[in-house]
């Protein structure tokens, strides 16, 4: 076991191969507030990629409401299950992560779903957290029930999980980009990467016998665009780009700036200790308790700089970029009221209105002298 | 590794010892039934006139031959490990006839595993040979860790040459493909229903870069199979890899609850990155068995030390 630094649990922690970090990694930011749960991310992801014969129950992408959906079931009950609730201390993770206290029999604390655990990919939609009694209404926040869609990807972690349980390391991290992929030559379908993934994003293809998982759609990101899941995305929920290494912050990088800058964009269950590269906005609506388990300890300030984007213009002006184009921004700016995001080398790929033009009607019309129901 | 790993191996072996005693005792029914021939505490492979029953594990050749009985261990030396002995032992008996040498190998299974899928793993057996000039059957000189990686020169002390392993693996799954032809969705699925598939829509040669699998040429996603028996060499943990030269036939059933498994090879297949037996020579074999009821593969596994053969002249 090496020691290497894991920034979003505060501290350094065991894992099989030494620190090496990719020369660029991958990130993305998913905004739970905006998503309304459509799967077109996952139909775009099922069409493009896992519409093969041993891919049936592949979904790479899907989108499952919290807290009682899962693809597998139950997978983050089991995690939890797995680690008992997280103890933090501040911003440090005082606990024991997947690779840390394990039986001498495993490289990583991991679970199997069962079998049928994989058929039921919708289970719990649109279901809320208690019954909503008759006459219920939810003028506060947080709400007292609630629910929520949490989009899921392989989170392309910088300590994969899948990495460190593979016994014949047919799993590799792109230097380039940091994506994570299965060698397709190497693997001997063991699924020891689907156990020992936390997100149990890792699946079995019954038809080539070897386990297939998300590619970020590197042949996409090897073109300087988003990948399909971001691009499709009809609630601009995504947003995809690269993350600046630990200790290094470039403040006109939309990831840096959301997720070091602003710190409004959380990684999901960092405890695991696999350091995700996900990044999630928490829904402002949803029970606190939950949001801290599932986000860490950042949660409440993260949501008490979101819900006052309206009066912060470059906030604001950073959520307009996403889905506004589909070639990775490298940085932005705000040009008074105009977003603006631009590649590599500072050109400029897309400009988009911070705030849409509006026109407000009057309540009741003078002229007609009738009430308009639509008046924005 | 620590000693208390050590003491832990060591409790593991008597308990084992108990579990193997115990399922003896239970298969002596199952042994009436399947053989008329006692155990023996020598692997002799004896020398057969003719070909070798390679198709036929219920051959009487084979049965009228006295069975090896190998002791299994769990693997408990790198993790992924088993904490459970799924398998005792295996009745091991071997044939040659000068030319090929084949080895039938027989354990207690009741539940038949033959389908890979999500979360479900199928029954296999492996056989181990050392791939060397002239292997020391007394003392075996490869270690039983699937061989050795070579270890680079440095700090002064030269390179120290690897240990190469001759691997042949029989998968109940690959049995099926070659008896029934390849297991699809469908076949696990009844009820599935696909609306279009790459092949149907661009046909099977264009289709292919959907099942990288099979674009990246792993034996595992092979569309036609000949044999269930995949030979492989490795040198130490995690080098397993398939052999470019395929040779090895067998076949495998199960009746009464026992798994029956015969896998043959060419004693000298002229390639010197294989095992090669000769007959009147002694010579040390391995054996491995995976149970998919309980989630065995890989590593996860049983696995039975260094026997030394002796190949009949």
Redesign the interface.
Known sequence: MAEVNNWQIGRTMEYPYPENRPRRQIAWIFDPNKCIGCQTCTIACKSTWT????Q??MLWNNVESKPFGFFPVGWDVELMNAMGPAKWNGGRYEGETIFEG?P????VRGW????E??AFPNIGEDEVSAPVKQGDYFPDLPHGTWFYHLARICNHCTYPGCIA?C???AIYKRPEDGIVLV???R??????C?QGCPYKKV????????T?KCIACFPKVEQGLQPQCVTSCIGRIRLAGFISPPGQVNPQNPIDYLVKVRKVALPMYPQAGTEPNVYYIPPIHAGREYLRQMFGPGVDDAITTYANTKNDPELLGVFTLFGSAERIMHRFRIDGEIAIGMDENGAEIVRVPVREPSWVRTYFDEVRQAYNHNIT | MTTERNVDRRSFLRGAGAVAAGAVAAVGVAALVSSRAGATDQLIARRHEGDLPVDDPDNEAWLSLDHFVAPLLMQQVAPPQVSELAVPELWVRALHNGTDIAFHIEWGDAVVNDIEQMSRFRDAVAVQLPVADEPDAAAPQTSITMGLAPIPAAGGQPETPGQVVHILHWKASWQWDVDHGRRTVKDIFPNMHNDVTPEGLLGEANSVVFYPGVFAGNSLSARERTSPIEELTAAGFGSLTTHEQQLATGRGVNERGRWRVVIAMPMDSGDRSKARVRPGARAPVAFAVWDGAKQNRGARKQYADWVPMEVEA
């Not at chain 1, 519409?51 to 041993?54: D, E, I, M, Q, Y």
């Not at chain 1, 699946?203 to 070897?210: G, L």
Request: charged share 30%; net charge negative; glycine share 8%.
């Open positions: 519409w093969g014969t041993g049936e129950y394990l001498p029999t495993e490289r199997l779903p069962d079998e655990d994989w349980a016994p014949r390391q060698d397709q030559e693997c001997r379908g063991y699924q020891e689907a699946m079995f293809n019954n038809n080539t016998r070897t297939e």
